[in-house]
């Protein structure tokens, strides 16, 4: 790690003595303008910059909030970078990607959207995202950072300038007052209060930003809160990035907090970063006066980083975080946190069991199958409409709410890999290692009547297997589903489950981050890998954070009556341990909140 400030002639100096880093003697490298489809549809346009000389370096560039990507157009004719390809888009709501100015439906679509724009440069210009550096401006740095931490692609380093993690918004109690205004008027916008004056010394910069038609002041009020969210996650969680990082921090930034930038850079695991503090910039930091020494800082970053082969941290080198995350659970809390834990203990212990939902958690633990059968059907039950009331209030905690979104995303990556194995092997065979009841499974059958589909629903708990078998009975698909007791621990025990023909779909769903040590995963993974046929696929989920994890651990028991501890392991962490066992991720989703994701794998074919 290395902190270093930069000086600066910003103030000592007229501008005119100062050379303006658009002023080159190389021609402009010319930009070329394409666009791609988003997998909801949206097209979203990008320019790339080809390389002098063949090369399979590229370096993805994200732009602020209110710009576009041709803003980028003398960053990378003064970079240096010749043999490199360049990448910028317009995310969603900017530039000339269409849609309303400033608006997303979230800001984790436009994260999606950023794995998405990787996925198809890797695709479409044959690049490999391991020969990858990502640069990112102000929102879009969080942005970057963002999919860094959520999809964990193994990307060379990231350069962060100026990251918006704290927004200065100066009016007192904005954030909860855009709450309130997000939940009574959800489609509304602001206007950003940031002059072009307060952004660059450089007084051409500033006028081409103000005189810019594809610029736009607004933003949705939904993508500021959700910029503010992630931020706070990000912080949080920075130590799950394990990325090389070199970040920037302008001395006199008027518009984004310094201690939050700090205090991010500060958790990052990485061995190789680099903050540079930057004296007299404001806030734009590639487009200020001084710019050239920092974008020749920048290109040596990414080429130092460019230099030898890319290789991976292994799960045993990523597993430090969460096992000192999952340590600290373990500690006793201060005598003010304990009375607290034991009053919300003794709440849900009493007057909360008028809820079904947390009357079911303390009889088979609030992580097991019926447990989340019910949060999966989200109907508030309960004696009398109290317990109903205190229901819907278990249900719609955020956690809960992950759960479900992740059975939508199990259902989705379920319905798109039941496809690709009915049209490449002729009919599907499906081992789902814990199922518990299996309802998400059992209801994807139900909607492809006419594959040829086989599932085989595990799990060590009985009492979920008998629900599995009863909803199997009352959806009419009792002839292409079974139901096994077995240990999704034990290899033997999942090729037993197997049976004597490969599965060409393996689901391992809610389960390993409530186990805290990562041998009995890897035995785990390696039963899997045994058992599926070759080019089969693995369909696995992650819990790389939780807001409630320490209260859930303080207060809930899960299925053997412990306290439930969860580990949550990183997204990095959990694709090395599937590397490992010789699968190659290829496609993965998250929630909004950065809870759950699933992701699915491909075991190779034998040469």
Not at 138 to 153: F, K, R
Not at 154 to 180: D, H, N, Q, W
Not at 490 to 505: E, V, W, Y
Not at 526 to 551: F, K, N
Request: net charge neutral; proline share 5%; glycine share 6%.
């Amino acid at each position: 790690m290395a902190t270093m400030t930069l000086p600066s002639q910003l103030d000592a100096q007229c501008p005119a003595q100062v050379a303006d880093a658009s002023q080159s003697s190389e021609q402009p490298r010319q930009s070329i303008e394409a666009s791609f489809v988003a997998s909801d549809g949206q097209i979203i346009f990008y320019r790339y910059w080809k390389p002098t000389n063949e090369s399979q370096r590229s370096v993805l560039l994200f732009h602020r909030g209110h710009e576009h990507s041709d803003r980028w157009q003398e960053f990378v004719d003064t970079s240096e970078m010749d043999d490199c390809w360049f990448f910028a888009w317009d995310a969603r709501g900017h530039g000339k990607t269409s849609g309303p100015r400033g608006a997303a439906e979230s800001f984790s679509r436009m994260v999606q959207d950023a794995d998405e724009f990787a996925s198809h440069i890797e695709h479409q210009f044959q690049l490999s995202i391991d020969e990858m550096g990502v640069v990112g401006q102000s929102v879009g740095a969080v942005l970057a950072a963002a999919w860094i931490h959520d999809y964990a692609p193994p990307v060379r380093a990231m350069v962060l300038a100026t990251p918006a993690l704290r927004i200065k918004l100066y009016v007192p109690f904005a954030i909860p007052g855009l709450r309130l205004l997000n939940k009574f008027r959800p489609k509304s916008f602001i206007s950003s209060y940031v002059k072009p004056g307060m952004l660059t010394h450089d007084q051409n910069q500033a006028d081409a930003y103000a005189n810019d038609p594809l610029i736009s002041p607004r933003i949705a009020v939904n993508v500021l809160l959700d910029l503010h969210d992630t931020s706070t996650r990000l912080m949080d969680d920075a130590a799950a990035i394990s990325t090389p990082t070199l970040m920037f921090v302008s001395d006199r930034d008027f518009v984004v907090r310094k201690d939050a930038q700090k205090r991010f850079f500060a958790g990052l695991s990485s061995p190789n970063k680099k903050l540079v503090k930057l004296q007299g910039f404001y806030h734009s930091t590639f487009w200020e006066r001084d710019r050239a020494t920092v974008i020749h800082q920048t290109a040596a970053f990414l080429n130092q980083q460019f230099v030898g082969a890319n290789t991976r941290p292994s799960s045993n080198q990523l597993a430090f975080v969460s096992e000192q995350k999952y340590h600290r659970l373990l500690r006793p809390n201060s005598p003010i946190k304990s009375a607290w834990y034991a009053t919300q203990r003794l709440a849900l212990n009493t007057g909360g069991r008028l809820s079904r939902g947390v009357r079911i958690g303390w009889k088979s633990g609030f992580d097991s199958g019926q447990s989340l059968d019910h949060v999966y059907r989200n109907k508030a039950e309960g004696t009398s409409p109290l317990g109903r009331l205190i229901d819907r209030g278990y249900l719609d905690a955020v956690g809960w709410k992950g759960i479900r979104q992740r059975k939508v995303h199990m259902e989705q990556l379920l319905d798109q890999t039941i496809a690709e194995a009915a049209k490449e092997f002729g009919e599907v065979r499906v081992l789902d290692i814990a199922a518990g009841p299996g309802r998400y499974l059992q209801e994807t059958i139900l909607r492809h009547p006419d594959t040829p589909i086989h599932a085989t629903l595990c799990d060590r708990d009985p009492g979920g297997l008998s629900e599995g078998q009863q909803l199997a009975e009352s959806l009419g698909i009792t002839d292409r589903v079974e139901f096994k007791q077995s240990d999704a621990f034990d290899p033997g025990s999942i090729r037993n489950a197997a049976g004597d023909k490969p599965a060409h779909i393996v689901i391992v769903s809610g389960l390993y981050e409530l186990f805290p040590d990562n041998q009995p995963i890897t035995q785990s993974l390696a039963g899997i890998a045994s058992v599926l046929c070759d080019g089969g696929w693995l369909i696995y989920t992650d819990q790389p954070w939780h807001p409630q994890q320490e209260m859930i651990a303080k207060v809930l028991p899960n299925r053997d009556g412990d306290p439930w501890v969860m580990r949550c392991r990183s997204q990095a962490e959990m694709d090395a341990l599937v590397r490992e066992a010789g699968l190659k991720r290829e496609r993965l989703l998250i929630d909004r909140w950065g809870i759950f994701s699933v992701a699915k794998a491909r075991k190779p074919f034998a040469t």
